[in-house]
């Protein structure tokens, strides 16, 4: 699965919003600038999560963006949602017709819905408040399953 920008961008830029932690307003001007993001395309982002509740606006000199709820209380998920991203690992286009890549469901099919399933149980169970908090600043060396199988088997 390739997640496009919009996905990534939202949460980053969230994240940049939730450490300011009292709840002053954060300008998109200083959040773009602090994460290298273009401005236009992190206001289509923000427009967004404002009207999914995640986020909301404050008018005037000093306004900008809070929080539209506590960061522990946001959902990975939810954001990404929120921004249209979707979190599919198949390439069907029509599930109703049971369409894959020809006219039928390729033999890897539900391997792919089962990992669908897994990262959004995932991401429906991290909250921005665990980005924040630094629960996934471990090194992904560290994280990776595959190499220290890898190391296991070898050790026979």
Same mark, same amino acid.
């Given at each position: 699965?390739?997640?496009s920008?919009?996905?990534r961008?939202?949460? *980053? $830029?969230? $994240?940049?919003? $939730?450490?300011?932690?009292?709840?002053?307003?954060?300008?998109?001007?200083?959040?773009? $600038?602090?994460?290298? #993001?273009?401005? /236009?395309?992190?206001?289509?982002?923000?427009?967004? #999560?404002?009207r999914? =509740?995640?986020?909301?606006?404050v008018?005037?000199?000093?306004? =900008?963006?809070?929080? =539209?709820?506590?960061?522990?209380?946001?959902?990975?998920?939810?954001? *990404?949602? /929120?921004?249209?991203?979707? #979190?599919?690992?198949?390439?069907?286009?029509?599930e109703?017709?049971?369409?894959?890549?020809?006219?039928?469901?390729?033999s890897?099919?539900?391997?792919?819905?089962?990992l669908?399933?897994?990262?959004?149980?995932f991401?429906?169970t991290?909250?921005?408040?665990?980005?924040?908090?630094?629960?996934?600043?471990?090194?992904?060396?560290?994280?990776? #399953?595959?190499?220290?199988?890898?190391?296991?088997?070898? /050790?026979?």
């Open positions: 699965m390739l997640l920008t919009k996905g961008y939202a949460v *980053m $830029a969230m $994240a940049e919003i $939730a450490r300011n932690g009292d709840a002053k307003p954060r300008s998109l001007g200083d959040v773009a $600038a602090k994460l290298s #993001l273009s401005l /236009a395309y992190l206001e289509q982002l923000f427009m967004k #999560l404002r999914g =509740g995640l986020v909301q606006s008018r005037g000199p000093g306004g =900008g963006y809070v929080l =539209g709820r506590d960061a522990c209380q946001i959902s990975i998920c939810e954001i *990404m949602s /929120a921004v249209d991203e979707p #979190l599919k690992m198949t390439r069907c286009e029509n109703r017709e049971n369409g894959c890549v020809a006219e039928h469901r390729c890897t099919h539900f391997l792919w819905d089962a669908t399933a897994h990262i959004e149980q991401l429906a991290a909250t921005l408040g665990d980005v924040v908090s630094g629960r996934y600043s471990v090194p992904q060396e560290e994280l990776s #399953l595959c190499k220290l199988a890898a190391g296991a088997g070898g /050790a026979s």
